[in-house]
């Protein structure tokens, strides 16, 4: 549910001047701080490896990095429900890809699923240009892809790893990376946004806990599955306190999308 909120909160951050590489460096310093902190409360992993810590780093400054960013500037060009009706369907690529490196064995519902879920994000791109154009619609769908690859590789590199520190070296290599991108980018950071910012930075921190928790537990396609109430926290929250339009054809695809979810589900039972 956390990570459902994250659309809106930035869009309300860009109302304010807010640019997303400074918002989301900002962002992920915050959910740093608050990981360490736990972990020096906790002291989960006191004797981590030098080379595992880089590689949690570069996990976050690269992997979960460029989904941010995807993610944010599709936020700036279009709706934050037309985006999430998009890139909720990444459940459905991150067992695909599963599927493709053995990961997960093939079942018919994965056929069923795919089709569900393409007919629901279809739905953005037929009849007409959805609002904004297309450029929000196809960076979500990047963000998407670009997740999907991340929850992956992430449970290669997740074995024997505990979760809060998995949680705080990512964090700590996404500030690295969008800060050094929004800085070479001439952006700067607003400090009306700040609010904006620690409310993504907790939320995030919760919920990167609770992902990577989940990854080392039961995989990247079972865990993607589990965001089945993600597009609809965003659209509800999209509609109340952003004010936009609930569309016929919204509603349809959102549905659609969710309603593949499940079926994925009944093929990792039937594994």
């Known amino acids: 549910m956390s990570f459902g909120t994250l659309a809106v909160v930035a869009k309300l951050a860009y109302r304010i001047g807010a640019e997303p590489l400074p918002l989301l ?48 500037a599709a936020l700036q060009r279009s709706p934050a429900s037309e985006v999430s009706l998009v890139f909720y369907s990444y459940p459905l690529w991150t067992a695909l890809l599963s599927f493709a490196l053995r990961m997960e064995p093939f079942r018919w519902q994965l056929i069923a699923a795919l089709g569900l879920g393409l007919a629901g994000v279809g739905t953005l791109f037929s009849f007409s ?12 769908l990047g963000a998407a892809a670009s997740i999907a690859v991340f929850l992956v590789i992430a449970q290669l590199v997740l074995r024997d790893v505990a979760s809060g520190a998995t949680a705080l070296w990512t964090a700590a290599g996404a500030t690295v990376s969008l800060g050094v991108a929004g800085v070479a980018g001439g952006q700067s950071f607003s400090a009306a946004a ?46 109340a306190v952003l004010a936009e ?16 979810l499940p079926v994925l589900t009944l093929s990792r039972r039937s594994a």
């Open 25 to 72: 460096a900002t962002r992920f310093a915050i959910a740093t701080l608050l990981l360490a902190a736990v972990e020096l409360r906790t002291k989960s992993s006191p004797h981590m490896e030098g080379a595992l810590i880089v590689r949690l780093m570069l996990l976050g400054g690269l992997g979960y990095a460029l989904e941010a960013a995807l993610f944010f």
């Open 245 to 260: 339009p609930l569309t016929l054809r919204l509603i349809a695809g959102t549905i659609l999308v969710i309603c593949a």
């Open 194 to 239: 700040l609010p904006a910012a620690a409310a993504l930075g907790v939320a995030t921190a919760i919920a990167f806990v609770a992902l990577y928790a989940a990854i080392a537990r039961i995989g990247s396609a079972r865990t993607s599955v589990a965001g089945t109430l993600e597009p609809v926290t965003t659209v509800s929250l999209a509609v």
């Open 129 to 140: 240009v959805p609002e904004g154009g297309l450029a929000g619609p196809l960076l979500a």
